[in-house]
Structure formats: C-alpha cells, structure tokens
C-alpha cells in the first residue's frame, strides 16, 4: 500500500515527536514536512509547490492559529486535503469549520489520525454520526484535555523566557547570570534542560524555536541594543526582562 503522504504543521514539539513516532510504526504515513507555525506554512506554499496527500494542522499556534491557517487554506483550493486537530473539543471551531463546508476537525490523536486520512483522501465523510463528537466534549469536560492544546510558551516558566531571550540577544551564561543574578552553572543548568526538554541541539535552535513561537520579537531584539525604549511595541514581560538588561549595563558602565 502506498503511504500517505503529509505536512504536519504543529508547534507542540513533544506532540509532532509522539505523531511523527505513531505514523512511522504504522508504516502508513510519511511526514515529508513539518512547520511550527502557520504562517511559515503559507509562506512556503507561496513560493514552490508542496507534494502531499494532506496537511494535518494544530489548532492552537503562534502567530496564525490552525483555524485561519485552515481558512486560508480553503480560500486557496489546493490540491491536498486539509485536516485540523487539536487535543481539546471546541465547538465555535467545528461551527467554523462546517460553515466552510465541511467536517475536517478531530482530536489530535495518532491512532485517530490514522483511521481519519485514508477515509478523507478517498472523498468520504469523516463524521457517520455526531456520537464520536459528542463523545470527544464529554471527554474535554471531564479530562480539562484543553490544558494540553496549550503552546509550549505558556509552559516555560518566567526564569526560562528570561534566559532563553537574553540567549536571543547573543548573551551567554556568565552575562545572563550577571544580569539574573544567577550563578553561570545555574545558567548553565537551565539552558541544558530547557534543550533536554524542547529536543534541541544549542542555543541557536532554541533562538528560532523562540522567534517562531512570538517569544522573542524583533522588537526587543532591536531595543536590547538602543538606548531608548519604545514600550507600546513590547509585552509587559519583554518591557520588564529589557529595563532590568538595561539598568544592568548602565550600572556595570558606572562603575
């Protein structure tokens, strides 16, 4: 049988991990693409044609969630299928996405997955009966499955956003703790499991990860090396990180 094949657009690292390991056991699926956001997505489709059987793409994102990614998409036509996912049940999102004539929103689940694709690639309808979505809120009401669609930024703690943006920055351990108030091993340690845990190799794979998950912004990137500080184009905690950075260097000037 042939595979299918797809792009998978998912921000949730440990989720494309678990998915990509599923679809490979199976031998039924073959992720030839991954994107983090949306937005990176119809940005390559843009510029070259992309070769797949379907687009599996998570609801909650970054920069363009699944929803407007999905919209997008139709408006577009494409030549492949579109199938959107997310762990929790969300009924204004399945309302939107029948309002676009059609059904192609299930939980975000490998083995579902694999059930679902075949049967959309074929033309056939995903639901038979509304039973398995009725099933699927139920499940969300009780298991607060939503907690999981959360992004893996609002996962991090505050010392690690901090850490991870003055990485960004160009800063390294020693300059971190000294403007943190940390001890570089402390640094160090943190740096090492924010990797562990995200699956990433250094400092500069975590720096992409940051920008694309609107973690790290140009803005602050830009203002870290001025002297005047813009603080409508920053969130409160980039605003906060930037002036502790700030009162830092002036001190360490000073001196």
């Known amino acids: 049988m042939k595979k299918i094949t797809i792009a998978l657009v998912e921000d949730n690292l440990t989720d494309i991990s678990n998915l990509i390991g599923i679809f490979e056991k199976s031998n039924l699926i073959e992720v030839k693409h991954t994107f983090l956001n949306g937005i990176d997505f119809l940005n390559f489709i843009e510029k070259q044609t992309i070769k797949v059987d379907a687009v599996v793409i998570d609801y909650r994102m970054p920069i363009l969630d699944g929803l407007k990614t999905f919209r997008n998409l139709m408006f577009k036509q494409p030549d492949f299928k579109i199938l959107l996912v997310s762990h929790g049940y969300y009924s204004y999102v399945m309302k939107e996405v029948m309002s676009m004539g059609n059904q192609n929103y299930i939980q975000k689940n490998g083995d579902l997955i694999l059930q679902v694709l075949p049967r959309l690639i074929a033309g056939q309808a995903i639901y038979d009966d509304p039973t398995s979505i009725f099933n699927w809120d139920i499940q969300t009401k009780k298991n607060d499955l939503t907690v999981k669609d959360k992004s893996e930024v609002e996962k991090l703690k505050p010392l690690q ?3 991870i943006r003055l990485l960004a920055i160009g800063l390294c351990s020693n300059e971190i703790g000294n403007v943190l108030n940390y001890e570089t091993s402390s640094i160090e340690k943190y740096r090492g499991n924010i990797l562990k845990e995200y ?3 250094n400092s500069f794979q975590l720096s992409s990860w940051a ?3 609107e973690l790290v912004t140009t803005s602050f990137i830009f ?4 002297k005047v500080v813009d603080e409508n184009s920053l969130q409160p905690d980039e605003l ?8 830092h260097l002036n001190t360490k000037k000073n001196l």
């Open 240 to 247: 906060s990180l930037l002036m502790t950075l700030k009162k």
């Open 211 to 213: 920008f694309s998950n």
């Open 161 to 163: 956003k901090k850490i």
């Open 199 to 201: 699956d990433l190799k």
């Open 223 to 226: 203002q870290a090396s001025q």
